[in-house]
């Protein structure tokens, strides 16, 4: 069956400090991995999205992820953390082709102290 | 707007009655999405339109839900005597039919409160 795993449900890290979001996934084809961003009341907006090629993505806001087929991997890092980073985050994985229903992981909510 | 706009941001309704929810998405993006975000179960898929093909209703959770787009552009969720366990967030996203374009773009969403 085809899922997603946040392992962390909660992460509180200081502001400045580097911040890792663990994600895997299960799925039977070449999955394509995303990750989203939700700030408190808001829609949720793509970081960076895995489809092919080099396996280390860059995102928006000074996000990147690497993608692991062995570990069926694809976390989301940030060297530096701002307080605005504070926010859940989502990753998501979605098939090939045209159809792309994407299957949510429960999401990590991240909290930056100053 | 350049984006994804669903109204009503908020909804209240009583135990029974039926609600609407209405998505716009992005000009030109054929294929369109609801999704669920509730407190129990997080984000689910819950149906999905692509041109002029049957919709994929697979998410569904029950009969009382069912969705409609109308000339592959505007979509109306509808939800039939509602019960608590609807109150949730719903999202609408779009996607072009461009080749090899995957990534979705979400609406705020509607907050439904069943009360």
């Known amino acids: 069956a085809q899922s997603v795993t946040q392992p962390d449900i909660h992460i509180t890290v200081s502001e400045g400090a580097s911040l890792e979001l663990r994600c895997n996934y299960s799925?039977?084809?070449?999955?394509?991995l995303f990750w989203y961003v939700q700030s408190p009341g808001q829609g949720l907006q793509l970081l960076l999205k895995?489809?092919?090629?080099?396996?280390l993505v860059q995102g928006i806001k000074g996000f990147e992820a690497e993608f692991k087929r062995s570990q069926s991997s694809f976390n989301l890092r940030k060297p530096s953390v701002h307080w605005s980073d504070a926010a859940e985050y989502f990753c998501?994985?979605?098939?090939?082709?045209?159809?792309?229903?994407?299957?949510f992981g429960a999401g990590t909510r991240l909290a930056v102290h100053p | 707007g350049a984006g994804v706009s669903q109204s009503p941001s908020n909804k209240v309704t009583e135990k029974g009655k039926d609600v609407e929810l209405r998505c716009d998405p992005i000009?030109?993006?054929?294929?369109l999405y609801w999704y669920r975000q509730s407190l129990g179960q997080g984000l689910e898929f819950l149906i999905y339109?692509?041109?002029?093909?049957?919709?994929?209703k697979s998410g569904l959770p029950s009969d009382r839900f069912s969705a409609e787009r109308t000339g592959g552009s505007v979509s109306t969720l509808t939800i039939q005597r509602t019960q608590q366990e609807d109150s949730a967030v719903y999202l609408c996203?779009?996607?072009?039919?461009?080749?090899?374009?995957?990534?979705?773009?979400f609406g705020p969403g509607t907050r439904l409160t069943v009360l």
């Open positions: 996203a779009s996607r072009s039919s461009g080749r090899g374009n995957n990534e979705q773009f």
């Open positions: 799925y039977g084809a070449t999955p394509y």
């Open positions: 895995y489809f092919s090629g080099d396996t």
């Open positions: 998501a994985v979605g098939g090939t082709g045209g159809y792309n229903k994407l299957i």
């Open positions: 000009s030109g993006h054929t294929a």
């Open positions: 339109f692509q041109g002029n093909s049957a919709p994929d």
